[in-house]
T-cell receptor
Framework: AQSVTQLGSHVSVSEGALVLLRCNYS??????LFWYVQYPNQGLQLLLK??????LVKGINGFEAEFKKSETSFHLTKPSAHMSDAAEYFC??????????????FGKGTLLTVNP | EAGVVQSPRYKIIEKKQPVAFWCNPI?????LYWYLQNLGQGPELLIR????????DSQLPKDRFSAERLKGVDSTLKIQPAELGDSAVYLC??????????????FGPGTRLTVL
């Protein structure tokens, strides 16, 4: 079964600083990979996804993530944090093949705090 | 275009009472998902519908949980009777198709259930 590990349940950065949120997956076959953001009292919104095209994926709001097969990682970055980036971020995976390629397995989430 | 609509947004009930959640997916999306999100955790899939058919309900606790999607559009998730441990956020999501090329799931704002 797929699993996702997000290192750090809480990350705090200063406004304008680099944001780095870590995600590692466990799969012998590279899965589809996603990053979702959840603002307080809202549903999840897709930031970006990796589906085997370019390994560097650009998403909304200035975020990007790089797929590294050798490290089984898909870390999320943003060069300069903005106050509005404060939210919870979830990494998710789904299988590429078979009957379960719809099924998202989520990590536990990382709460991002941005300090003025 | 309207997103995924859920109601109610908040529900407080006494244990052993029944409760129901309603979801209206994005127009044209034939696949609908119900997720459970416990505090501090990522969402976990409860059930997936393709049109009217529940094609994956393996994670749905069938002793107390039930769901329906009678006309392949709206869906209702019911708990009867509710237990203290059911306190969580119940998320509904929809997608155009199930699986495939890293299909994107669009999430509603969720229903926050508190069982006293």
């Amino acid at each position: 079964a797929q699993s996702v590990t997000q290192l750090g349940s809480h990350v705090s950065v200063s406004e304008g600083a680099l944001v780095l949120l870590r995600c590692n997956y466990s799969s012998s076959v590279p899965p589809y990979l996603f990053w979702y953001v959840q603002y307080p009292n809202q549903g999840l919104q897709l930031l970006l996804k990796y589906t085997s095209a370019a390994t560097l994926v650009k998403g909304i709001n200035g975020f990007e993530a790089e797929f590294k097969k050798s490290e089984t990682s898909f870390h999320l970055t943003k060069p300069s944090a903005h106050m509005s980036d404060a939210a919870e971020y979830f990494c998710a995976v789904s299988d590429r093949s078979g009957g379960s390629n719809y099924k998202l397995t989520f990590g536990k989430g990382t709460l991002l705090t941005v300090n003025p | 275009e309207a997103g995924v609509v859920q109601s109610p947004r908040y529900k407080i009930i006494e244990k052993k009472q029944p409760v129901a959640f309603w979801c209206n997916p994005i127009s044209g999306h034939n696949t609908l998902y119900w997720y459970l999100q416990n505090l501090g955790q990522g969402p976990e899939l409860l059930i997936r519908y393709e049109n009217e058919e529940a094609v994956d309900d393996s994670q749905l606790p069938k002793d107390r949980f039930s769901a329906e999607r009678l006309k392949g559009v709206d869906s209702t998730l019911k708990i009867q009777p509710a237990e203290l441990g059911d306190s969580a956020v119940y998320l509904c999501a929809s997608s155009l198709i199930s699986g495939g090329y890293g299909n994107e799931q669009f999430f509603g704002p969720g229903t926050r259930l508190t069982v006293l």
